[in-house]
């Protein structure tokens, strides 16, 4: 049985599935898991003024609503604030970092994302399968 797993949830529905995935690697046990969502940097641009309000803000604003939509399906899932992490960042390297840092032995991840079907798998999914050093669950999501 797994000791730490790493969850990677895009916030769709769809997370609730890949938890559950999760948590019978690790006999139900919801604090053998670390729940994380990464949020990307909103793009730098020339000007500040392309923006309504300071970007800076903006970001903020962006990762304070995610940790509470992340903390929400947590919470349902009895996942401890103190093992759910909102990252910013690039997906992949952000999981990649928290696994390492937490020494995690598995990541359970959905197939795909919320930009739906690409390939076979979501391009997050496909970079943590290239050079992991732990192992790699992916969750058959469907069209969720
Ligand atoms: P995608 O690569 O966007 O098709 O998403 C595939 C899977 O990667 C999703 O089902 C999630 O498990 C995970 N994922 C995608 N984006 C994020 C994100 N921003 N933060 C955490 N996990 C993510």
Redesign the pocket.
Known sequence: MYNKVV??????D??KK?IDAALNLVGNDPDKLAL?????PIPSVWGMESYAMDPIELQQKILDSSGKMLEEIGNKSKIDKSNQHT?LGT?AT??RNLVEELKADAI?????????W?IV????????LHGATCDVL??Y?GDD
């Not at 994380?36 to 990307?40: D, G, I, K, L, W």
């Not at 359970?108 to 739906?116: A, E, K, R």
């Open positions: 969850v990677a949830v895009d916030l769709s769809s997370s890949i994380a969502h990464v949020v990307e990252l997906p952000e999981i359970v991840i959905g197939s795909h994302g919320n930009s739906g690409k798998l979501g391009s997050t999914a496909i970079k943590l992916t969750i999501v």
